[in-house]
């Protein structure tokens, strides 16, 4: 997600998890232990269209497309039980929202828990909003300090609180990374990147939502992230890579990335190991074209011909 992604979080409401269960983690799946992941959609890739033609039409046509469930990331002033009952007339599973991080605070987390669990959805995640440390910008600069260091160990506390109120109600937390997780290097003394102390340090409840498009934009892979923090990721956000500076004609297409010298995610590598690790669903999540379907369409056929749906 980008830093608009930030300001569009700002008015959304509640949150939830889901349990995990992966029995398997192998760099090639065996057809036996490991279920394919199912394709939904992050409804930010079409934050235009839900305007222009309301959220039920947008679902409707959503659930034509093919995709099998959607995540949220703002709730439109609508009621949880108007939700439920918009994902259920259309055949919609649950695959998460995304909220800023003062929703997992001790004072909300139970509240925005109820508000997902009343609509059919257990599984939360942060897109950045709030997670950044002092002294950082969104490009990833900035200079390790002892206010850098004291937030990132306040912020592995916070995570795992919050994780341990959402597992009493059968709900996960997770965090959802952009290019600048695998660029900032905020605590003193350790030449970790944000991305690996925070997963190093949290508790494994704390799920991992790699958005698989920004780890390629960094320069990092994708794969590795799951044999490193291996059987803590209920989603994986689909993206091409492609939003960094220079790219101005990149449709954020899956299988088309960004010119020029973009370096496209290797799909067929990531299948079998995404599925080893027990990822439960692909979220599509298109940057551009948001008030149109145009991105969000030849995104699920590229995964249908790759035999994902």
Not at 29 to 55: D, M
Not at 142 to 158: I, Q, R
Not at 193 to 214: A, I, S
Not at 272 to 297: H, M
Request: include cysteine; glycine fraction near 10%; charged fraction near 25%.
């Amino acid at each position: 997600m980008n830093i608009s992604r930030r300001n569009f979080l700002g008015s959304a409401a509640a949150f939830g998890g889901f349990a995990l269960a992966a029995n398997c983690f192998a760099k090639v799946c065996p057809t036996a232990c490991c279920a394919k992941a199912k394709v939904g959609l992050q409804l930010y890739s079409i934050r235009g269209y839900i305007k222009k033609v309301g959220l039920a039409k947008a679902l409707e046509d959503v659930k034509k497309l093919g995709y099998a469930g959607v995540q949220f990331a703002g709730y439109y002033n609508f009621k949880a039980e108007e939700i439920k009952k918009m994902l259920d007339d259309n055949g919609l599973e649950r695959c998460g929202t995304h909220v800023p991080r003062d929703r997992f605070s001790p004072e909300n987390i139970q509240k925005t828990i109820d508000f997902e669990l009343a609509y059919g959805n257990k599984f939360i995640c942060c897109p950045g909003g709030g997670n950044v440390p002092p002294g950082f910008k969104w490009d990833g600069s900035g200079t390790a300090t002892k206010e850098s260091t004291d937030f990132m160990k306040m912020l592995v506390e916070y995570y795992n609180k919050a994780a341990a109120t959402a597992a009493k109600s059968g709900a996960l937390i997770g965090l959802h990374n952009h290019q600048w997780e695998f660029q900032m290097k905020p605590v003193l003394g350790s030449d970790e990147n944000y991305w690996d102390y925070f997963f190093k340090n949290t508790d494994k409840l704390v799920q991992m939502e790699q958005d698989v498009g920004w780890t390629t934009c960094a320069g990092f892979d994708p794969c590795e992230q799951y044999k490193k923090y291996p059987n803590r990721s209920f989603t994986l956000h689909a993206k091409e890579n492609g939003m960094g500076k220079g790219v101005k004609e990149f449709n954020a297409i899956l299988g088309e990335p960004g010119k020029p010298g973009a370096k496209g995610v290797e799909w067929d590598r990531l299948f079998p190991i995404s599925d080893a690790d027990g990822v439960k669903w692909y979220v599509v999540e298109c940057e551009r074209l948001g008030d149109t379907l145009n991105a969000v369409k030849p995104s699920i056929e590229f995964l249908r011909s790759k035999g994902r749906c």
